[in-house]
């Protein structure tokens, strides 16, 4: 009948909306980006991993690895780096950051021929370079059976096992402790650029 039919277009715009309110809360959870990796939701159906340049230990061991993790991952060393925000979507996603942060942007195609990109956040272009490497080797070892290669260590598998416990929430903005992760001294307090 209409009413039934009425009731149940009502019902669906309800769950749709409850939906949308719990998504956009996941960048408001405590704890979300606070070890420096997080996804973002770039999109409806796209999301990208971010990985935050951090010079504390534990992560100062992974970074010499970064390039080989990528490797192991995709099946290969090539990758394509970007710079220059011309990924309109991705950069509406990541918005505005405070000043001196900075964002790399890398995608590959793994062995099964997949697309595989990641976000790496830094103050300095080599040390973006770095993340970006890991957030694609950890986006690839995400979407892979038995993603860690053989010779990574204790904090790599951790990261990769952080990277897969959190795909299904991603933020839906740069979550202000993933900055706090990169550089604890200068932010502070609520984020207003």
């Not at 704890?31 to 770039?42: C, Q």
């Not at 796209?46 to 993790?69: K, N």
């Not at 790496?120 to 040390?127: P, T």
């Amino acid at each position: 009948s209409a009413q039934h039919a009425a009731m149940a277009a009502v019902a669906a715009r309800r769950a749709t909306a409850q939906q949308q309110a719990t998504r956009g809360a996941d960048s408001d959870l405590p704890g979300l980006g606070a070890d420096g990796l997080f996804w973002l939701e770039v999109d409806v159906d796209r999301t990208v991993l971010c990985v935050v340049y951090s010079e504390e230990h534990p992560m100062d061991d992974v970074w010499p690895q970064a390039h080989w993790y990528m490797a192991d991952a995709l099946g290969t060393e090539i990758f394509e780096a970007m710079d220059d925000g011309k990924d309109v979507a991705l950069l509406a996603a990541i918005g505005k950051l405070p000043e001196g942060f900075y964002w790399s942007y890398a995608r590959a195609y793994n062995d099964r021929n997949e697309l595989v990109d990641g976000v790496g956040l830094g103050r300095k272009k080599a040390s973006r370079k770095k993340a970006t490497k890991l957030a694609v080797a950890l986006a690839a070892g995400a979407a892979k059976p038995g993603g860690a290669p053989g010779f990574a260590d204790e904090t790599y598998r951790a990261l990769l096992d952080r990277a897969i416990q959190l795909r299904p929430h991603p933020a839906r903005t740069v979550p202000l402790a993933a900055l706090r992760a990169m550089d604890p001294e200068s932010v502070g307090g609520p984020l207003a650029l």
